[in-house]
């Protein structure tokens, strides 16, 4: 079950509908960690919750939808508000930290932060990362269209889903979005009258190659780690 809703998930399924980039080159290996990654965190990919990213002949990423974080924080009954911004640097070499992504034009984007709070903690969960650390770059070292486009916004989404992540580490772990690993959030919404012929979605009996075990770990744990690094 995911948010609900029973879907199935078979390879044809993952690989025709579900890989952004280079779907033909996407193995059977891939596209079974990606229905587990699936199957063990109930994350409906048809919801942008969870996506599978292939270019060339590097490894394929599982990547975890923003959206997916913002909704299961909101469902924990211990989630007691966020707040989250970038750190700039100006032509005085003053460091500012601001909430939100209005970045000035003379300034220059060293880092995001994010702060959670929860209602069975003391303290808050505080996150600050390094831009040069996580911007998405190409071949040539540019950045890529989105990090060059939005940096202040993808900066910023990384430092929230690792304050998440580290405030609820039994709900998040495991988790990650294009944004932490230098890739591109895909702006794709699959047809509906493709999920429909598709049938449901049910993760439970989801199918995978024979030659890959079942009890394969989600992205993030270690099996996936190896295989994906």
């Not at 100006?90 to 709070?117: C, F, H, M, N, S």
């Not at 449901?200 to 394969?216: E, F, T, Y």
């Amino acid at each position: 079950m995911a948010n609900g809703m029973k879907v199935t998930l078979t390879p044809g399924t993952v690989k025709n509908y579900l890989v952004s980039g280079d779907k033909d080159r996407v193995s059977d290996q891939e596209i079974a960690m990606f229905i587990n990654l699936c199957r063990f965190t109930g994350l409906n990919p048809w919801l942008k919750e969870a996506y599978c990213i292939k270019y060339g002949n590097e490894p394929a990423t599982l990547v975890v939808g923003k959206e997916a974080f913002f909704k299961r924080a909101e469902s924990n009954e211990n989630y007691d508000g966020m707040d989250a911004g970038i750190i700039v640097v100006g032509l005085d070499g003053e460091i500012v930290y601001r909430k939100g992504t209005l970045k000035l034009p003379e300034e220059q984007i060293i880092g995001g932060y994010a702060e959670v709070w929860r209602k069975d903690r003391t303290h808050a969960f505080r996150i600050e990362v390094s831009f040069e650390e996580y911007a998405g770059r190409k071949k040539d070292g540019s950045l890529n269209s989105q990090w060059a486009k939005k940096p202040a916004t993808m900066i910023r989404k990384v430092a929230v889903v690792q304050a998440l992540r580290e405030a609820f580490p039994q709900t998040f772990s495991g988790m990650y979005t294009a944004e932490e690993q230098g890739k591109v959030e895909e702006e794709y919404v699959p047809n509906m009258a493709d999920m429909t012929s598709q049938g449901r979605i049910d993760m439970a009996q989801a199918s995978v190659p024979q030659d890959v075990s079942k009890d394969a770990q989600p992205v993030g744990g270690s099996a996936a780690a190896e295989f994906f690094s």
